[in-house]
């Protein structure tokens, strides 16, 4: 059973940022690409951003492109994603998921395992 786990969520004032991180335990993220998903009370889980295996492909939602980055770290076995310039509209529980293909994208089939997620809550 692979366990994905995200970390570093929390309160944030609008115009802060976080950096959320993803990583798995007995299983490693080298070959799969990783991406992260949100999903806010009544709306529907969607796809934020996303990095290929070899690191070279990133996609992203169009609402985040310019304030969040995705990164990784192999030799951590770790994936981040940096937010910047938050807005209240980012609230939402943060998700991790790993693409065993490797490709990445931002459809939610696409991606075989997940995490539990992250709160992460942008308010004054």
């Known amino acids: 059973q692979v366990q994905l786990v995200e970390s570093g969520g929390g309160l944030v004032q609008p115009g802060g940022s976080l950096r959320l991180s993803c990583t798995a335990s007995?299983?490693?993220?080298?070959?799969?690409?990783i991406g992260w998903f949100r999903q806010a009370p009544g709306k529907e889980r969607e796809g934020v951003v996303s990095i290929s295996s070899s690191g070279r492909r990133t996609f992203y939602e169009d609402s985040v492109k310019g304030r969040f980055t995705i990164s990784r770290d192999d030799a951590k076995n770790t994936v981040y994603l940096q937010m910047n310039s938050l807005k209240p509209e980012d609230t939402a529980v943060y998700y991790c998921?790993?693409?065993?293909?490797?490709?990445?994208?931002?459809?939610?089939?696409?991606?075989?395992?997940w995490g539990q997620g992250t709160q992460v809550t942008v308010s004054s």
């Open positions: 998921a790993a693409d065993s293909r490797g490709m990445g994208g931002l459809t939610r089939g696409l991606f075989d395992y």
């Open positions: 007995g299983y490693s993220l080298y070959y799969d690409a």
